[in-house]
């Protein structure tokens, strides 16, 4: 069965840093292309970041650039969220989700292109 797992979620003040893990199983994760979406309560599922299968183009929704850096180790099939300077509207279920189609800036974002997704990682920023 080929499933995504996140890890790395939980709860930090305002400020705070956290690390978001994405690993895959029953499959390797190096051919495909992996974005973090987001969803609040009673909000739409968007996107985060973007990351190509080399690592070549990362892209970032506005609301998050400058504080989320999008990487990924193919060596270890897992793809990392590093979310600093966190905030309360940061807070949501985050999850990982991985398409084999090549997207870029126009479209990278569209949900209904991924593949696969994660069961989701609870962010919470609150003080």
């Known amino acids: 069965q080929l499933q995504l797992v996140e890890s790395g979620g939980g709860v930090v003040q305002p400020g705070g840093s956290l690390r978001l893990s994405c690993a895959s199983s029953g499959f390797t994760l190096d051919t495909y292309y992996i974005a973090w979406f987001r969803q609040a309560p009673g909000k739409e599922r968007e996107g985060v970041s973007y990351i190509s299968s080399d690592a070549g183009r990362t892209y970032y929704a506005d609301s998050v650039k400058g504080r989320f850096t999008m990487s990924r180790d193919n060596a270890k099939g897992t793809v990392y969220l590093q979310m600093n300077s966190l905030k309360p509207e940061d807070t949501a279920v985050y999850y990982c989700?991985?398409?084999?189609?090549?997207?870029?800036?126009?479209?990278?974002?569209?949900?209904?292109?991924?593949?696969?997704w994660g069961q989701g990682t609870q962010v919470t920023v609150s003080s």
């Open positions: 989700a991985a398409t084999s189609l090549n997207l870029y800036r126009h479209n990278w974002y569209h949900r209904l292109t991924y593949d696969y």
